[in-house]
């Protein structure tokens, strides 16, 4: 690998494209941009190692069966998925499924690079997610028990009425929990405390 980092950018929108492509090659990044999870298919076995940024919704194929169809073919290259407002149940999905974060459009700049960093720190060392797991082991620890039964709610995508529903207790009470163990856990959204509460090994209730 070169010392520039490559990014494989998959998404139908050109907007999107343009407007990430122009972010992340101002950051010195390069991006190989496909409007179509087929089209990103065809050359993924080949493509250069990186890192994948795949929008969940596309037409013919969409982005969690792109991440099945990478793990099939052995194409291990860390995952950011992209999506739309209310699509957060995807994106546990995805993330259960091994990407290393999800972004809602529209995202920050500074969102999307951070994620970016995050998923070549993963490529770079594969000691790194025995070490994610141990510290988000800590964080999750200081947790009340009702926090955690409300952050492994969310871990399994289900929206505060049903988390609330489920513990007996009123939406607002979640939502109160739910800012709590943000703030305990540091993080300033939702895709952030995923992130910690999966790799605590939360999240795996079957279906």
Known sequence: MGDRRVIHLVDDEESIR???????KTAGYDV???ASGVEFLKEAKSAAVGCVILDVRM???DGL?????????????PVIVLTGHGDVSVAVQAMKGGAVDFLEK?????ALLGAVSRAFARLDDVDL??????????RVAALTPREREVLEGLANGLPNKTIAYDLGCSSRTVEVHR???MAKLE????????????????GRKPK
């Open 32 to 34: 190989v941009t496909y």
């Open 129 to 138: 997610r025995t070490l994610e797991t141990s510290e988000a082991g800590v």
């Open 18 to 24: 343009k407007a990430a492509s122009f972010a992340l």
């Open 106 to 110: 529209p995202f920050e700049k500074a």
């Open 59 to 61: 037409p013919e194929i």
């Open 187 to 202: 993080v300033r959204n939702l895709s952030e405390a995923l992130r910690i509460a999966f790799a605590a090994g939360m």
């Open 179 to 181: 800012a709590s163990l």
């Open 65 to 77: 069966e792109i991440q099945a169809a990478m793990a099939a073919r052995g194409v291990n290259m």
